[in-house]
């Protein structure tokens, strides 16, 4: 069965483990262990876009490839730093959210953990010996959700995990699904600090994270949680969601697995 993590039962978590920091016990994980996954892309982090005109190199796009799994130079170079990055447009997101991991994934091996396959790459998602079907497994994704304001603001005070996309992450809706197929620039890992609406884009633009940068190797050992009451979006442009709202829903937190 999925285990499931809300606020309210992180509070728990809190309130009833305080005095073992970093451990497992009958109270169950600690809360400050658990990062959520997602998946981004070139409209948030990118060479030489706003609000940070990242170089080449600070970005991994010299490296890029698929199945790239190193952390992103800058943000190595910049543990502990708070940045702002943009997040897209409504329809052509920057932020995504994976609301379950896929049996495939779990089959493909080499471990019994598919979203561990995914990140380490294994057979058909990304690793390097599968010639033309090393990225068989990484279309047609169901429930990739791309994030506008509204699940934006649900992750602020969270801890995030995410690889990150050398092009465009393309999702079509009805059914949604999402295609993670695409060479990638590596891994990050922050803190959700806040998220304001964005005032200097166009119309459509989704609100500026600002975000403080964590080390990817300190995360290894974190539990990894899917969003999993991401808001759905209806279509590539309902709804027009692109303003903060002042509170949210309470994230629901699966276990990956």
């Known amino acids: ?27 169950g994980p600690n809360p ?28 991994n796009n010299n490296i890029a490839r698929i199945g790239q799994r190193e952390q992103l130079k800058f943000f190595t170079e910049n543990v502990g730093k708070t940045i702002e990055l943009y997040t897209g447009e409504v329809g052509d997101e920057g932020w995504f959210a994976l609301k ?11 471990t019994d953990n598919g979203l561990q396959n995914f990140l380490v790459p294994g057979p058909g998602l990304g690793a390097p010996n599968m010639d033309d079907d090393r990225e068989v ?6 429930d990739v959700i791309p994030l506008r304001a509204t699940g934006l603001r649900m992750l ?10 050398n092009s465009d992450i393309s999702v079509n809706y009805s059914p949604l699904e999402g295609n993670l ?21 166009s119309d459509s633009s989704l609100p500026a994270v600002s975000i403080r940068i964590l080390d990817v190797p300190a995360l290894s050992d ?23 709202p002042s509170s949210t829903t309470i994230p629901v937190l699966v276990q990956a697995n």
Not at 137 to 142: A, N, S, V, Y
Not at 156 to 165: C, F, I
Not at 232 to 241: G, H, I, L, R, T
Request: glycine share 6%.
């Open 181 to 201: 197929q695409g060479a990638n620039l590596g891994m990050v890992a922050f803190e959700v600090m806040s998220v304001s609406q964005r005032t200097d884009g």
């Open 156 to 165: 602020v005070g969270y801890k995030v995990l995410a690889v990150v996309y």
């Open 1 to 27: 069965m999925l285990k499931r993590y809300s606020v309210y039962s992180l509070l728990v978590f809190i309130l009833l483990g305080s005095c073992m920091p970093g451990s497992e016990d009958d109270n």
């Open 32 to 59: 400050n262990d658990f990062v959520v996954f997602l998946v981004i892309d070139e409209d948030s982090i990118d060479n030489d876009s706003e609000p940070n005109n990242f170089s080449e190199t600070d970005v």
């Open 222 to 244: 974190f539990g990894r949680v899917l969003f999993s009451n991401a808001p759905v979006p209806q279509s590539a442009s309902e709804p027009f969601d692109i303003v903060p």
């Open 100 to 110: 379950s991991i896929p049996n495939r994934w779990i089959n493909a091996g080499p």
């Open 137 to 142: 497994l990484l279309d047609e994704i169901p």
